[in-house]
Nanobody
Framework: QVQLVESGGGLVQAGGSLRLSCAAS????????MGWFRQAPGKEREFVSA????????FYARSVQGRFTISRDNTKKTVYLQMNSLKPEDTAVYYC????????????????????WGQGTQVTVSS
């Protein structure tokens, strides 16, 4: 199990940028694939992006492709989500999640594949 703490959320105008961070505790962070999900009021939690154990493989939801970039630093046990060209529809609570995939290159994208979750950080994009 890994403990996850998100930070970096806030209020930004449309077109602006934010970088979210997710700090992990535990000795085996490099064994975890990491993902970002978000949940807007009244909506289901949805997949945003994920990255493989080594960082060599990434995957994005179509709605954020080309605007968001996921990365990780295994020496710092941290995963990042750089969000550019933000839109009001990006407003949500963003959650970091960890998964132990069966092989290195696998990038989980389904919510049920992630047993470990952070508490979330609010991102609000004003128009």
């Amino acid at each position: 199990q890994v403990q996850l703490v998100e930070s970096g959320g806030g209020l930004v105008q449309a077109g602006g940028s934010l970088r979210l961070s997710c700090a992990a505790s535990g000795r085996s962070f490099s064994n975890y694939a990491m993902g970002w999900f978000r949940q807007a009021p009244g909506k289901e939690r949805e997949f945003v992006s994920a990255i493989s154990r080594s960082g060599g493989y990434t995957f994005y939801a179509r709605s954020v492709q080309g605007r968001f970039t996921i990365s990780r630093d295994n020496t710092k046990k941290t995963v990042y989500l750089q969000m550019n060209s933000l839109k009001p529809e990006d407003t949500a609570v963003y959650y970091c999640a960890g998964s132990l995939p069966s092989y290195t290159a696998y990038v989980p994208t389904e919510r049920h594949e992630y047993p470990d979750w952070g508490q979330g950080t609010q991102v609000t994009v004003s128009s």
